[in-house]
């Protein structure tokens, strides 16, 4: 199975946006934030027709985003601002999408999903970050719902003793989802390297890929509704 390149950082549409983002900035962890903030807020959170097929440029020009298009995005734009990066991939519990997917749509959903965060590397040591996932207005109507309902893991969240955080943390690390996270499929240069691997359990039957396109809208929906009900 061979793949376009998804992590576009040599398309000039992205180059552009890393550009605009960062706004001249120099200091490596200034411009980390900022694209950290982009990717997050700028790029909601929700699920593509595509799933995770989905190059950066397009992820920039929808302006919405999963995990893994998300680590896609933010991965080509850390190599636009020259700082070092990459993508690690895992599987991930399906408890994560709970409640954003329901009824047969979560039963027939695989008990573990390919998932993926993003690595940099800041002042020589790498960091792993997953707290852009979901933007802030989402991130808080999500822990609203788990706490409601009293779960650790669903929504787009995991937050075990609601341990969790939608912030950059490079001191002490912060994460919205890797307490779910089940298995480590290592660090990877480009996403669709992996996706053509063996490991990669997202990949769809015709079945499965139609009933995806047929209730993601209504997921998406359910997402935006949250997202609006929020008032901070």
């Known amino acids: 199975m061979t793949l ?81 990066a990459r993508i690690h991939f895992s599987l991930i519990r399906k408890e994560i999408q709970r409640g954003l997917f329901t009824g047969f749509g979560y039963a027939f959903m695989p008990t573990f999903l390919s998932h993926s965060w993003l690595e940099v590397n800041v002042d020589g040591s790498w960091h792993a970050i997953d707290s852009y996932i979901n933007d802030v ?38 994460f919205v989802q890797m307490a779910a996270v089940v298995a480590d499929h290592g660090t990877w240069k480009e996403p669709g390297d992996y996706y053509g691997t063996d490991d990669y359990h997202n990949r769809p039957s015709v079945v499965k890929s139609f009933l995806y396109r047929a209730m993601i809208g209504r997921v998406n929906r359910r997402i935006e509704k949250m997202r609006q009900a929020y008032h901070p």
């Open 4 to 84: 376009d390149k998804l992590a576009d950082d040599d398309d000039p549409f992205v180059r552009d946006t890393a550009a605009r983002v960062i706004d001249g900035e120099q200091r490596v962890q200034e411009r980390l934030r900022k694209l950290f903030h982009f990717v997050r807020d700028d790029v909601v959170f929700g699920f593509p027709q595509a799933g995770d097929l989905v190059r950066a440029s397009d992820t920039i020009a929808m302006g919405m985003g999963q995990c893994n298009t998300k680590a896609t995005l933010f991965l080509a734009l850390c190599r636009c601002v020259r700082i070092p």
């Open 137 to 174: 207005p989402f991130y808080r109507a999500a822990r609203k719902e788990l706490e409601t309902r009293g779960w650790d893991t669903g929504f787009s969240l995991s937050c075990p003793g609601g341990n969790c955080s939608c912030r950059l943390d490079l001191d002490k690390a912060v």
